[in-house]
């Protein structure tokens, strides 16, 4: 008797998780993230562009704050205070997180050539053209990003699909099972198995990855169901059995 771990048919959806889709999503918010702050920026440098003013700045004072995660890290902001004068003659202190380089090359009382908002005195560009590069920045890592999120997403889908349909068309036959192995997946610092089998043709294959206890009624030489697919056959235990 065919033995089969998943009862009912089981959702395109569920099986995309299962193959690995959820990795896309890891890619996935940090794509959407970069293309906000992408157009965010992009907004602020066309700004410069329209009421953009350049001043004198003076640094007034400079330093720096640590701070730890959670693994005991310290990390290291470097940070110079700045004042100037707007055109309207108001007096503005601006507090400027810089790199280390930056940072260094700027000594207590230098004066500098900066460029501010009209309406928002307080946000500054130190070097011109400086938000529209961390636009084109935030548009590269983004594509980059969002391309492995594509990649990822169409390989599991791929797979996904193929399964399905496998299950809706296939032929539908008998194999037998050659060993439950461990596989190089782990969850919570635990191994999980697949099972091995092979099909009447001869050809082998093997499913996707489950807890040991999930497989314990399985043993070499049992019979399971799998459906033939155009490059490979899935077993009933992983797409579930066709609907009637």
Known sequence: MAKQIAQAPVPFWRLFMRMGGWISL?????????TLISVQTLAIANRFDTEGR?????????????????????STS???????????????EVHRSLGLTE?????EGQSLPIWYLESEPDRIEITRGQYRSGSAIAQCIGLAVGLIFLGVFWYTGRNAVAAVRARRHGVREPARVTGIEPSNVRVNNQRLYRVHWQEQ???????????????????PGDTITVYQGLKRAWWEGDVGPRPD
Not at 26 to 34: A, S
Not at 54 to 74: F, I, L, N, Q
Not at 201 to 219: D, Q
């Open 201 to 219: 043709s001869g050809r082998t294959g093997k499913s996707m990855v489950f807890r040991r206890e999930v497989l314990s009624l399985l043993r």
């Open 54 to 74: 350049e001043t004198t700045a003076v640094v007034t004072d400079k330093y720096y704050r640590e701070s730890r995660d959670g693994d005991g890290d310290v």
């Open 103 to 107: 940072y260094n090359r700027l000594p």
């Open 78 to 92: 470097y940070y110079v205070v700045l004042e100037f004068r707007t055109r309207r003659g108001r007096e503005m």
């Open 26 to 34: 890891i890619f996935l918010v940090p794509f959407l993230v970069l």
